[in-house]
């Protein structure tokens, strides 16, 4: 009876232990051929720039350098974004025109325009809403208003012509949205292939074989369901630490833009091309190495414990997105120049504080 | 053999009091907070009905804010099996939450939907003995699919 009873209970157990959803299988496919993998992924192309379209971009690079356009004259948009260092500033939070500290780490402005909004919370929808942002925040260019801008900007006489080359449908040109659209326009052009591109092209030596024992067990472990597309992510916004809890829950991320209780601790996902050049990680910057980030994503997102050459090894894979910097598309050479040579941003060495810190 | 019952009875009594203890919390924590029906994938792709059957009958335990919680999703061991099954289901596609994702990335989800039913990966095999309802046949997974590769 007593054989019965312990039996029955037994298979009790496992079938309520079987019962449940179950985990999502995270291994689709290993199929890691380039056409397996374009349902999933896609390879960025840089577009032919057009004609017409040459005076706004070299607009926005030049505004984009330009730290008269802060209140302290001392910081730019390459300030954080530091144009020759994949965007970034290299530190957790960025220091604005008078020393005070951002709130959250500065993303890489380079494959920016893939993104589905702009900012960690995706409060700006596109680039030019973003734009606007940083020059008017009390902590970063500081600006006090829109029209100080615009006075600024009339201040300093090479912008006259810029700006109506730029918009020369315009009557008045130099308007605080030129800016924002200059700049926007710039930016769409800072974009990186890199040898992934060419392997989702067709080139199959374009990675080694360790670069693609990595990519199967990015797969595998479930880190395309985020980072897919042509960002390889940037396209969704997700819970960060979902289904484990994320230890920093100052920052609740969208919620601050919506109010909705569904958007606590929402962010919007990372791109990670370039990842290994843009730490260090995370809204707060708080992970220095890109394993320590690969860990913490693996068991936050994907309730995977992951051993430490498993780690190494999505890490070769991830370094195969970092693309060159299109040197010649950010050299910050005046438009009056016909110099063909690549040139070094302008205020390179008097980066203001980005490049002090 | 009287004692072997004095044992059994403890046991029964210990799990009992495990379920009470943690009844409530797994239930607190498996609420989810719903998102409006305007951000699901069915509205905004306009899904049609057959499509919206087959999610809402398949997929919608795990992959939806909108779970219908089986009995033994208040129980101890099971529960927890199923909170955890249910958060890492919702992490990789959340039909409730299609508002967050670009037309690039909605169009990924929506193949790997397909893929995973074509594969008969989904629903996961041992789900369904206790939920025939989510079966799918061959037609339904056609259906879907189809559906999915319009929406390219």
Redesign the interface.
């Known amino acids: 009876m ?1 054989r019965i ?2 039996t029955c209970f037994g298979l009790g ?1 496992l ?12 291994d ?2 290993t199929d890691i051929s380039p056409a397996a993998l374009r ?2 992924f ?1 390879p960025l192309e840089v577009p032919t720039i057009q004609t017409s379209q040459q005076p706004r971009i070299n607009l926005g690079r030049e505004l984009f350098y330009d730290r008269r356009l802060s209140t302290g004259e001392n910081t730019s948009c390459n300030s954080c974004h530091l144009l020759n260092a994949y965007g970034v500033d290299g530190h957790s939070y960025s220091t604005g025109h008078d020393g005070k500290l951002g709130g959250r780490n500065a993303p890489t402005v380079y494959n920016a325009s893939l993104n ?1 909004a702009q900012f960690w919370d995706g409060r700006a929808k596109d680039l030019v809403e973003q734009a606007k942002g940083p020059i008017l925040n009390p902590v970063e260019m500081g600006m006090p208003s829109s029209d100080e801008v615009v006075t600024r900007i009339k201040s300093i006489p090479s912008y006259a012509s810029a700006f109506r080359q730029a918009f020369p449908d315009s009557s008045d040109a130099i308007t605080f949205d030129h800016f924002a659209e200059a700049v926007a326009t710039f930016e769409q052009g800072l974009l990186t292939p890199s040898r992934w591109d060419r392997y989702l092209d067709g080139d199959t030596s374009a990675l080694n074989e360790q670069e693609k024992q990595g990519l199967k067990l990015f797969l595998k472990t ?1 880190c395309a ?1 985020c980072h ?3 960002g390889v992510g940037g ?5 960060l630490g ?2 484990k809890s994320w230890p920093n829950q100052h920052d609740l991320g969208r919620y601050q833009v919506t109010s ?3 958007d ?1 601790m ?1 962010f919007k996902v990372p791109t990670l091309r370039n990842i290994e050049k843009t730490g260090p990680y995370f809204h707060d910057g708080q992970v220095a190495s890109l394993n320590e980030a690969i860990d913490l994503m693996a068991q936050y ?3 995977e414990k992951l051993r430490s050459a498993e780690i190494d090894q999505i890490a070769t894979f991830l370094k195969t997105l970092t693309g060159p910097v299109p040197e010649r598309y950010i050299a910050n050479v005046d438009s009056a120049a016909k110099d063909d040579t690549v040139a070094m941003p302008r205020n390179k060495s008097a980066n203001g504080k980005g490049a002090a810190r | 053999m009287r004692r072997t019952w004095l044992v059994l009875g403890g046991a029964v009594t210990l799990i009992a009091a495990f379920v009470l203890v943690l009844h409530s919390s797994s239930n607190a924590s498996m609420a989810q907070t719903r998102s409006p029906r305007l951000a699901s994938m069915e509205v905004m792709l306009g899904a049609d009905p057959q499509v919206k059957s087959t999610i809402h009958r398949a997929c919608y335990n795990c992959h939806s804010d909108q779970p219908q919680y089986p009995w033994y999703a208040s129980v101890w061991p099971s529960s927890s099996l199923v909170h955890n099954d249910r958060q890492t289901a919702l992490a990789r596609l959340n039909f409730s939450q299609w508002d967050r994702l670009t037309p690039e990335m909605s169009k990924i989800r929506l193949l790997d939907a397909c893929a995973m039913m074509t594969d008969n990966k989904m629903p996961l095999w041992y789900y369904r003995p206790l939920h025939p309802e989510a079966r799918l046949n061959a037609q339904e997974v056609q259906h879907f699919c189809a559906w999915a590769h319009s929406m390219e």
């Open positions: 007593t009873l312990a157990i079938l309520l232990l079987i019962a449940g959803c179950g985990s999502f299988d995270s689709p496919s349902s999933r896609s589905l479930g369901s897919a597309g042509r396209n969704s916004y997700q819970k979902y289904p909705l209780d569904r606590r929402v997102q994907c309730s």
